[in-house]
């Protein structure tokens, strides 16, 4: 048997929305051939492993079978999912959803206020979904109709941006299982199921024009998916949103006749981060002069070969409610540090490990000396909670993340037990930690708005961070594969109809 799904990737997953132009020649003979799509997930694929209620199984795949309440638009504002309106109450205490009607899930049950008030129920007192602050305040769920859906908080909160998460608000049906089985049933477009060979199938449900089948084909970081392109062993690879592929070799491709590239600007924002509570980078001055000093346009050139848009706000560009960052001025007020700065760099991530290559030689030039510390697995872990570094590269989650629970998550105080995105470093200032927790508890959009101005100039006046670029969204097909449509959600791949359009 096999079950269904909506969309492809993530932290992240990509989003799978229907309309197929036309099929590779093998396809257009015969329906029942998946298309083979290559993307990075966890190899734990399995229908068993796609609740939604815990963080395996792959964030790319869920976002297939699963639908969120809420989600993020091509502007980065919050738009309708299984919602198609909301109202804020009670002074941002009560939030009323109504849902789109005729919507089902895989097992053919309707998807009701009712459903979709049994799977909140399940997640919000687990606390490895405590990330997700809302999930503290939140005091009743109940439905007021069978479309109506309501949830009460113990205070004004800002609930709907939580609600773009995928784990744990990604809605599974009363009939799903919560562990230990194979019925993860949701009402996203493709449903899965394992072939007689044990590969993972997804089927769509609809009838709209786009691929029927899926065959999802995981690689790992450093893997040579590329040739596996070339090889014609898939059809389609996503990049990842940590750039797992080879960006010269994409480059490259793109320049190339042999395949179609398709690519968008991204909403994840790399960025240098500072060691705050004490050595060199403790003083303003300095991290002035560090943030002088970096050439975007070398590092684009350099590190992601053109494929990038060079970014200065907490926000990529594509996210339009986030305000643009002030530019620097001058070199009034800079300090060269007394010795060299350690930049702690991931060795699993070959983003990280050709900018640490690019940085050195460029903050050297201006009489900055930086030695690169590589560590990966655990010694990594164990350098960044005891703040053994100066300077460290990070990258925000993204669309649908970006801007709001990246920012939480980031700078905001950690919940007291441990979660899935718990984190400890020494490069929160307390000043927009403060803001941040104000943003919480900040229920209206437009008042999220203005606090962005206020922590975004605080990034500006003491260079907390230095946002450097946003890297493009890339996808390499076979020819003959259905027109592909890119936009800057990290999760979101889809497939335009004979008229350009999307369906």
């Known amino acids: 048997m096999v079950t269904r799904v909506h969309c492809i990737v993530a932290l992240v997953a990509v989003a799978m929305v229907s309309g197929c132009a036309s099929w590779p020649h093998d396809l257009k003979e015969a329906h029942d051939v998946p298309l083979r799509i290559a993307l990075t997930a966890r190899p734990d694929l399995a229908p068993e492993h796609l609740s939604t209620l815990g963080y395996g199984g792959g964030f790319e795949t869920k976002t ?8 993020r638009d091509m502007q980065g504002r919050l738009a309708p999912g299984l919602a198609h309106h909301w109202s804020v109450d009670d002074g941002g205490r009560r939030v009323v959803f109504t849902l789109r009607s005729g919507q089902r899930f895989h097992d053919g049950s309707p998807v009701d206020a009712a459903a ?21 305040h939140i005091t009743g769920i109940h439905a007021i109709s069978e479309q109506e859906l309501a949830i009460k908080l113990d205070e004004p909160w800002a609930l709907l941006p939580d609600l773009v998460a995928i784990n744990p608000g990604g809605v599974m049906a009363p ?16 449903e899965p199921s394992v072939g007689d060979d044990g590969t993972l199938i997804y089927r769509r449900r609809d009838r709209a024009r786009g691929p029927r089948l899926l065959e999802i084909i995981p690689y790992e970081v450093g893997d040579d998916v590329l ?88 926000a990529a560009p ?32 070959p983003r990280q490990v050709a900018l640490g290559g690019a940085l050195v030689p460029m903050l050297a030039s201006r009489g900055i000396p930086v030695d690169v510390v590589t560590l990966v697995g655990e010694p990594l872990r164990l350098a960044t909670e005891r703040g053994n570094y100066d300077l460290r590269v990070e990258q925000t989650w993204g669309v649908p993340y970006d801007p709001y629970l990246s920012l939480v998550a980031r700078f905001a105080d950690e919940p007291a037990a441990g979660t899935a995105a718990t984190r400890r470093d020494f490069g929160v200032d307390a000043r927009i930690a403060e803001l941040v927790e104000r943003l919480q508890r900040t229920p209206d959009e437009a008042g999220r708005v203005v606090l962005a101005q206020r922590i975004q100039e605080l990034i500006d006046e003491h260079v907390l961070l230095v946002p450097l670029y946003a890297p493009d969204r890339m996808v390499v097909a076979r020819r003959g594969v259905a027109p592909i449509h890119l936009d800057h959600d990290v999760y979101r791949v889809s497939w335009m109809d004979e008229d350009g359009g999307l369906p």
């Not at 001058?330 to 060299?340: D, K, N, T």
């Open 64 to 71: 297939l079978v699963f639908e969120t309440l809420v989600t």
């Open 116 to 136: 979709v008030a049994a799977h909140f129920r399940r997640w919000v007192d687990r606390p490895e979904h405590a990330w997700l602050r809302s999930a503290a």
């Open 175 to 190: 009939g799903a299982s919560v562990a230990g089985a194979d019925r993860w049933i949701g009402s996203g477009r493709y």
């Open 227 to 314: 040739g596996r392109l070339e090889r014609d062993e898939v059809d389609v690879v996503v990049d990842d949103w940590a750039g797992g592929l080879d960006r010269a070799r994409l480059a490259d491709i793109e320049r190339g006749d042999e395949f179609d590239v398709r690519r968008a600007s991204g909403s994840a924002v790399v960025y240098v981060s500072f060691r705050l509570e004490d050595g060199p980078t403790s003083a303003v001055a300095v991290r002035r002069a560090i943030a002088t000093s970096l050439d975007r346009t070398v590092l684009l050139d350099d590190v992601e070969h053109g494929l990038a848009t060079a970014c200065r706000a907490w």
């Open 318 to 349: 594509t996210v339009v409610d986030w305000p643009a960052a002030r530019s620097p001025s001058g070199s009034q007020g800079m300090a060269l540090p007394s010795h060299s700065l350690r930049l702690l760099i991931d060795g699993e991530s």
